[in-house]
């Protein structure tokens, strides 16, 4: 059984481009959620999809838009990307029912150069 | 608003020694805290779940306490291997998980 998988690996791009980054969630799961962790830092809670809606958010911008698929795969958007959005964000997916039982996947390294 | 803080931010034991992690949290509304390990530049993984009613879980050398009424959690690990060295990650639920900052751990052999 595939764990959750994120792709691409790393990412190199613009201030100001637009990035897609997707998740696949661990077989079963139906909620997921986005972090965001800063070198040296602790992960921050973007937000969390569930039945393809935003069901939460945490203190990030606009800039920052997500889906949800009927399969449950998702993605982030960041659009107008600054220098401070390079970071490793992580992908959690959790089963129904358990949505604080959270199985990350391996990130993606995002530079905004 | 939900802190949590982790003390210290880095430690380097000798291989062999047993040793506490700490963890802090400012509101005692939880409903569980986690303990993850995370390898350079990886994604996270769970080590121990403590419900907010449970007092301590154990997994193999590690054990984790959790008191909600002084908001403190600790992670205790017995007899250190070089392998342990990581980063971990204590994390409260509150709707959404809430992380510390880490504490970045070296096991020297």
């Known amino acids: 059984d595939a764990g959750v998988t994120q792709s691409p690996t790393h990412l190199i791009k613009t201030r100001g481009q637009q990035v897609t980054l997707r998740c696949s969630p661990k077989s079963g799961h139906d909620t997921v959620s986005w972090y965001q962790q800063a070198l040296g830092q602790g992960p921050q809670f973007i937000f969390q999809?569930?039945?393809?809606?935003?069901?939460q958010r945490g203190n990030f911008p606009d800039r920052f838009s997500g889906h949800q698929f009927p399969n449950y795969s998702s993605e982030l958007n960041v659009n107008a990307l600054l220098l401070g959005d390079s970071a490793l964000y992580l992908c959690?997916?959790?089963?129904?029912?358990?949505?604080?039982?959270?199985?990350f996947g391996p990130g993606t390294r995002l530079t905004v150069t | 608003k939900q802190e949590v803080t982790q003390i210290p931010a880095a430690l380097s034991v000798p291989e062999g020694e047993n040793l506490v992690l700490n963890c802090s949290f400012t509101d005692s509304a939880i409903y569980n805290l986690q303990w993850f390990r995370q390898d350079p530049g990886k994604g996270l993984t769970s080590l121990l779940l403590i419900q907010s009613s449970q007092r301590e879980q154990t997994s193999g050398r590690l054990n984790a306490s959790l008191d909600k009424s002084s908001g403190r959690s600790t992670l205790y690990i017995a007899a250190s291997q070089p392998g342990d060295s990581a980063t971990y990650l204590c994390?409260?639920?509150?709707?959404?998980?809430?992380f510390g900052q880490g504490t970045r751990l070296t096991i020297n052999p």
């Open positions: 959690a997916s959790s089963p129904p029912g358990y949505t604080y039982e959270q199985y």
């Open positions: 999809y569930y039945e393809e809606e935003e069901r």
């Open positions: 994390a409260v639920w509150a709707q959404k998980l809430v």
